[in-house]
Each structure stands twice: as structure tokens, then as C-alpha cells.
């Protein structure tokens, strides 16, 4: 299975963009890039997901290298609500639904 | 809004104990799964299911069971319960179909269970 690799941790200062990058260089071609995150003390919550395009949504973009071997989650304008640990996964698309959740990046957001 | 629940958000258990742990969600969804999660290790799935009476073994099933006797429930089983089993353990819950790679899953609160 194709794997992902994130920093393991992030810094950004309030009310400024984020981009939080994930390589998966062995991405197969039919693999969907998933974004999830969660907060403290609670479960994880589904942020974005995407195929080849880049995808925007009320919580986030998504940019696809065009190679797809790597991606970036972009919080537009972050706030102190955005801290959390932030997963990127990658799920096959044919008769799996599967995540394999890894380690993500935990963003601190500073006032 | 999709829910997903579970029994207890914490629950302390003595080694050799059965333990049950159970979800529930309310969106009639198909697929249900138990992750447990570890400092350090991220999240990491136990089993999950397709359908009722359906089960598939994860990542890391040993030590563990699971039922589904109804579409909505799923239940996590310790069948003796050990130190090692120490850890927060989350269900989620998602669509099924042809396109369902890409639905989401929709996670529960957890439950912190601790084994002395």
C-alpha cells in the first residue's frame, strides 16, 4: 500500500494561510488523497478529499501536484480553532474502503 | 448531522475482564469500523464491517473480536483483557458503493480504556 509522509509537527500564527504538505510518491494512479483532522478530545473529522483536482471546500483547499506524488492542505486563514493533529491518507478506489491513518502533522496555532 | 456513539468515554477494566465496547450510528450507514489509537503510533484499525453478520480483520485484529447483528451497532469485544490494551479506541462509520473510496468516515468520541 501506498504510504504518506508529513512533517510531524507545524507552527502558523493566527489569522495567516497554512499549508501543511504530504508527499506519496508511490501513489498509484487510482488512489483518492484523503484529509482528515482532529481536535483535542475528540474524534477525527473529514476535512477534504480529492482525486486529480484541486478541490475547495468551506474548511479548505486541496492542491494536487500534477505528478500526484505529493499534495498540500491549505487552511486559508487560520485560527485558534485550527489546532489539531492534521492526517493525510490515501485510500484505493475500487473495493476498499480502508484508511490507514499515519502519524499527521500537529499544527499549533499561535495568537 | 451524521451521529456516531459510544458507550462510555471512559471505562477502567481489571486484566482477564470481557470487555465490550459499543457504537452506534444513526445514518444507516453500511461500513463500521474500531481503530484504537496510541501515543506515537497514530490510528490503527482493529477490524470492520460491510454489512451485519459481516466482518474483515484490520491491521492489528489479535486479541480482539467484533459483532454486528444490526446494521447499526458494532461492537468491539476484549475477550480477556490485558495491560497492552491500554488505549483510546474509536469507531467510525461511512457509506458503501461503488464510490465509496472517496466517502468519508464519521468518527465517534472515543473511549479511553484503561486495563489494571
Known amino acids: 500500500d501506498a504510504k504518506t509522509t508529513q512533517p510531524n509537527s507545524m507552527e502558523s500564527n493566527e489569522e495567516e494561510p497554512v499549508h501543511l504538505p504530504c508527499n506519496h510518491s508511490?501513489?498509484?494512479?487510482?488512489?483518492?488523497i484523503h484529509w482528515y483532522r482532529q481536535l483535542p478530545s475528540q474524534g477525527p473529522e473529514y476535512v477534504i478529499h480529492g482525486l486529480t483536482s484541486n478541490v475547495n471546500n468551506r474548511m479548505a483547499s486541496l492542491a494536487i501536484a500534477e505528478d500526484r506524488k505529493s499534495s498540500t492542505l491549505i487552511l486559508h486563514r487560520a485560527t485558534l480553532r485550527d489546532a489539531a493533529v492534521y492526517y493525510c491518507?490515501?485510500?484505493?478506489?475500487?473495493?476498499?474502503?480502508?484508511?490507514?491513518f499515519g502519524t499527521g502533522t500537529r499544527l499549533t496555532i499561535i495568537p | 448531522d451524521v451521529k456516531v456513539t459510544q458507550s462510555s468515554r471512559y471505562l477502567v477494566k481489571r486484566t482477564g475482564e470481557k470487555v465490550f465496547l459499543e457504537c452506534v450510528q444513526d445514518?444507516?450507514?453500511?461500513?463500521m469500523f474500531w481503530y484504537r489509537q496510541d501515543p506515537g503510533l497514530g490510528l490503527r484499525l482493529i477490524y470492520f464491517?460491510?454489512?451485519?453478520?459481516?466482518?474483515e480483520k484490520g491491521d492489528i485484529p489479535e486479541g480482539y473480536s467484533v459483532s454486528r447483528e444490526k446494521k447499526e451497532r458494532f461492537s468491539l469485544i476484549l475477550e480477556s483483557a490485558s495491560t497492552n490494551q491500554t488505549s483510546m479506541y474509536l469507531c467510525a462509520s461511512s457509506l458503501a458503493g461503488l464510490a465509496a473510496p472517496s466517502y468519508e468516515q464519521y468518527f465517534g468520541p472515543g473511549t479511553r480504556l484503561t486495563v489494571t
Open positions: 491518507i490515501l485510500s484505493k478506489s475500487f473495493g476498499n474502503e480502508k484508511l490507514t
Open positions: 464491517s460491510y454489512d451485519v453478520k459481516m466482518k
Open positions: 445514518m444507516d450507514h453500511e461500513n
Open positions: 508511490t501513489i498509484s494512479g487510482t488512489d483518492y
